[in-house]
């Protein structure tokens, strides 16, 4: 029989080791547990996804089918609550158990939020406007919060909180960073590169950074207003990111009688302090009193582990990791290794700097060794300090070396002079020789070396010197990856093709397609499918609810503490004394923690838990507002005609008509609408995916692929016409066409000048390529299959569609030692 082996953690150690565990041919019955809803991602790449620069997609490394393929039973969505280690069971918070004969906790660590008054409020959590920066969850409620505010603080100038000081400027006009210590990064960086790399990120980012300031209040009421300093500063700002570093997650292990200090205490083959069969890995393990918060040697611990516990090698031992991190740390290139200042007298220091470039390098030398590196600004030669400091290369004499190419070529150092032992992905441990095997054995698209060896899957600096290494391995045939044509990742088939194939084979549902087309289905492919199949069949798409996101399933959008906001439609904005009653009183029936304004003039009830929606949806008998999904959302206007002076057109009425026509029709991604009544734009039409701006003349302005959220751009004016149904019919023509030929969540704005604003005029307005008619009918088509989705209250689709979900609590807190 084989041994039953569970993982709780299935963040990026768990699942890593559990990768290593697989790959030594370990035979396990394996369980894991997650504590949130989705598969194993990158949490380094969080920063990007919040900078808008990644697609949560993209972040992604093991799907759910992952586990299927692995005979791996995933608990997502699942806490462990407590460890019987007597018994050898785990308890999760809905009370199930689970036997194990080896256990490995992978628990990872939490963000760590000092004891700020007015942090959070009693029974809400944090206060509104604040928060920490450490799940995807946190990615997107910043993302949606701040897209709605104007001025943020960050505390922690850590990397951490640097990179979210980055992301947030693509959500907000100003961002001021708070660092209680005297520089930046002084975890990794002496003063001097600390000081460097604050004017660097000030000049060029003009992010403003206060150095020396301990936050000692949050302001605000009802929602934050600022922050207050210990020297009495108040910096105003009504979003909040604490990002003060982090804590490993050890609480329920010291619960359960485990030995915790700053985290899990473990031997060097990764096993729990007198446990037999308890084993610690990643960022919650203390191993010889170190913590470690970067990826590298949790990679480390895991390969021992696995080692250890499928008995390929039942002597490997982990001695821990000499740190060395090579970083884009807010746009600015910051190399760090072993000491930051010299500790003995006769320690050789070499330091350059010069500020107007934003470079300093700090070299120290030890009885002829490399012990510590500090590079700001230039990392040239950052590859030759790793290898000389990780493995204790000889030095050059002429000790300028280290720093500066003197008497050769500057630049990057050539492949072929790389050894193949050289480490070019530090994050997971890839070197230039496991890169070229894997060309030689046949695989010659970067992306498809990416995806074999993980190199450039970390924090991404390196995938350059990947794509280098692949080209001069591949000896110039080097392969175009045919999976960057494809509309999802799981069909092998650019859209046009995919969408033939669709109607050739009348696939109606999402799993009919993998069946026909995909082989084993992908998760991260369902909900692009599931948009695309409900675009091309209207009543007659067969729903599935696991090919939806937790927002589609529910029919709201779901909140930072698992709560969920409930946007009753109102069509172009207009309400009524009635409608305003009716939600006032729902809000105060259901206690309904806040009600607010949205950018689309809408309003949103927000806190509202996952049972309760179809209660508050029957109070509230109103439609659905679609404020959660990549669908049709809102036509914003202005007051037009009947009351403005200014108002050379009826922007209201046609703004509810265009609302009544194209309500919750389903997209690539979300399109949002604007009308205005005159070119003097009070409804912004400008700046939305389509907009519709009123002339003299009883003409109208048609606009398209605008955008004013993480990206800004004017739309392209798509024509002019003569009478609002001119507008219904191009609009309804124009957002059909983008439906059939966008890729999978890309937005109007990127759609646009991909195709090109004169193909699309082509196209839509003079009927070029002959498919106007279809176009139409299509449209004609979605429209006629709208059903409201809050009718789900009647008669929910699944019986658990509105099932309580687990609570979410603060856990308690465990006394560690310092």
């Known amino acids: 029989m084989r041994q039953r082996l569970v993982v709780i953690g299935n963040g990026m150690a768990g699942a890593r080791t559990v990768e290593e565990i697989l790959a030594r041919g370990g035979d396990f019955d394996i369980t894991m547990f997650g504590d949130e809803p989705y598969g194993n991602y990158n949490r380094i790449m969080l920063s990007n996804v919040l900078a808008g620069v990644e697609d949560e997609s993209g972040i992604f490394l093991n799907d759910l089918?992952?586990?299927?393929?692995?005979?791996?039973?995933?608990?997502?969505?699942?806490?462990?609550?407590?460890?019987?280690?007597?018994?050898?069971?785990?308890?999760a918070e809905d009370g199930t158990e689970t036997p194990y004969d080896k256990l490995i906790i992978a628990t990872g660590s939490r963000a760590f939020v000092p004891p700020?008054?007015?942090?959070?409020?009693?029974?809400?959590?944090?206060?509104?406007?604040?928060?920490a920066f450490r799940t995807l969850d946190d990615t997107r409620a910043m993302i949606r919060y701040a897209k709605e505010h104007e001025r943020a603080v960050v505390i922690g100038g850590g990397l951490l909180g640097l990179e979210a000081a980055r992301g947030l400027q693509n959500h907000l006009p100003h961002v001021t960073l708070v660092h209680a210590?005297?520089?930046?990064?002084?975890?990794?960086?002496?003063?001097?590169?600390?000081?460097?790399?604050k004017e660097t990120i000030e000049a060029k980012l003009g992010i403003e950074v206060v150095v020396d300031g301990m936050t000692t209040e949050i302001l605000g009421k009802h929602?934050?207003?600022?922050?207050?300093?210990?020297?009495?500063?108040?910096?105003?700002?009504?979003?909040?990111?604490?990002?003060?570093?982090?804590?490993?997650?050890?609480?329920?292990?010291?619960?359960?009688?485990?030995?915790v200090e700053r985290g899990i205490v473990v031997d060097d083959q990764m096993r729990v302090q007198d446990e037999d069969d308890i084993y610690a890995v990643g960022e919650c393990a203390q191993h010889r009193g170190e913590v470690y918060g970067l990826v590298a040697p949790l990679w480390d611990q895991a390969k021992v582990l696995a080692d250890h516990l499928t008995g390929v090698n039942p002597l490997a031992e982990y001695h821990g990791s000499q740190v060395a991190t090579k970083l884009k740390v807010a746009g600015v290139d910051v190399a760090a290794m072993g000491l930051k200042e010299p500790e003995?007298?006769?320690?050789?220091?070499?330091?350059?700097?010069?500020?107007k470039k934003g470079v300093y390098k700090n070299v120290i030398i030890r009885d002829g060794r490399l012990v510590g590196a500090t590079l700001v600004g230039d990392v040239k030669k950052v590859a030759f300090l790793m290898q000389a400091f990780d493995r204790g290369l000889a030095l050059p004499e002429e000790r300028a070396e280290l720093m500066f190419d003197l008497g050769g070529p500057a630049g990057e150092v050539k492949v072929e002079d790389m050894a193949d032992?050289?480490?070019?992905?530090?994050?997971?441990?890839?070197?230039?020789?496991?890169?070229?095997?894997?060309?030689?054995?046949g695989c010659k698209t970067v992306s498809g070396v990416m995806d074999k060896t993980r190199a450039g899957k970390g924090c991404g600096t390196c995938k350059s010197v990947v794509q280098r290494i692949v080209e001069w391995a591949a000896g110039g045939e080097v392969e175009e990856d045919p999976a960057a044509s494809y509309y999802v990742p799981g069909i092998p088939m650019p859209k046009p093709e995919l969408m033939n194939a669709i109607r050739l084979h009348s696939l109606r549902s999402v799993s009919s397609v993998f069946a026909k087309l995909g082989g084993d289905e992908d998760a991260k492919s369902k909900m692009g499918l599931a948009s695309l199949l409900k675009m091309m069949w209207g009543g007659e798409y067969v729903d599935e609810r696991d090919a939806r996101f937790i927002n589609d399933r529910v029919h709201a959008n779901i909140q930072r503490d698992g709560t969920f906001s409930v946007v009753p439609q109102m069509k172009g904005g207009v309400t009524t004394p009635a409608q305003l009653k009716r939600i006032a009183e729902v809000a105060e029936k259901h206690e309904v923690p806040m009600v607010k304004l949205t950018g689309g003039q809408r309003i949103d009830l927000l806190g509202i838990p996952k049972e309760k929606l179809p209660e508050v949806w029957a109070d509230l008998d109103m439609p659905s507002g679609y404020a959660y999904g990549k669908s049709f959302r809102t036509v914003k206007t202005c007051v037009g005609s009947d009351f403005c002076r200014f108002g050379v057109g009826d922007s209201t009425a046609l703004g509810i008509a265009l609302e009544e026509r194209y309500q919750g029709i389903e997209g690539p991604g979300k399109m949002k609408l604007a009308v205005t009544g005159c070119p003097r734009n009070c409804a912004e039409a400008y700046v939305k995916d389509l907009g519709v701006v009123a002339i003299d003349g009883g003409k109208w302005e048609i606009y398209v692929g605008g955008a004013a959220g993480a990206h800004i751009r004017k739309g392209d004016l798509l024509t002019t016409v003569s009478s609002p149904a001119e507008v219904i019919t191009l609009t309804g023509r124009f957002l059909q066409y983008y439906r059939e030929n966008a890729n999978w969540l890309e937005r109007t704005y990127a759609f646009v000048p991909r195709v090109g604003i004169e193909?699309?005029?082509?196209?839509?307005?003079?009927?070029?390529?002959?498919?106007?008619?279809?176009?139409?009918?299509?449209?004609?088509?979605?429209?006629?299959?709208?059903?409201?989705?809050?009718?789900?209250?009647?008669?929910?689709?699944?019986?658990?569609?509105?099932?309580?979900?687990?609570?979410?609590?603060?856990?308690?807190?465990?006394?560690?030692?310092a």
């Not at 207050?228 to 570093?245: E, F, P, Y």
């Not at 003995?344 to 500020?355: G, Q, R, S």
Request: aromatic content about 4%; charged content about 20%; hydrophobic content about 40%.
């Open 116 to 131: 700020i008054p007015g942090a959070h409020r009693p029974g809400r959590g944090y206060h509104q406007g604040v928060f």
């Open 181 to 197: 210590a005297g520089h930046l990064m002084n975890t990794q960086l002496n003063e001097q590169a600390g000081r460097q790399l």
């Open 223 to 259: 929602a934050v207003t600022g922050v207050k300093l210990a020297d009495g500063r108040v910096i105003g700002c009504d979003v909040i990111v604490v990002a003060a570093g982090i804590r490993a997650n050890a609480e329920m292990a010291a619960a359960s009688g485990l030995a």
């Open 65 to 91: 089918s992952w586990y299927a393929d692995n005979g791996i039973t995933l608990h997502a969505g699942s806490r462990i609550e407590r460890i019987d280690r007597h018994a050898k069971r785990v308890y």
């Open 344 to 355: 003995h007298e006769n320690d050789e220091v070499l330091t350059f700097a010069e500020p």
């Open 421 to 441: 032992d050289e480490q070019v992905c530090n994050c997971n441990g890839v070197s230039k020789g496991t890169i070229c095997s894997t060309v030689q054995s």
């Open 759 to 817: 193909k699309v005029r082509a196209v839509v307005v003079d009927d070029s390529e002959g498919i106007a008619a279809d176009l139409d009918a299509a449209m004609e088509a979605s429209v006629a299959a709208y059903r409201d989705p809050w009718k789900d209250r009647d008669e929910p689709a699944t019986p658990g569609q509105f099932r309580t979900s687990l609570p979410l609590i603060v856990l308690p807190q465990v006394p560690v030692r």
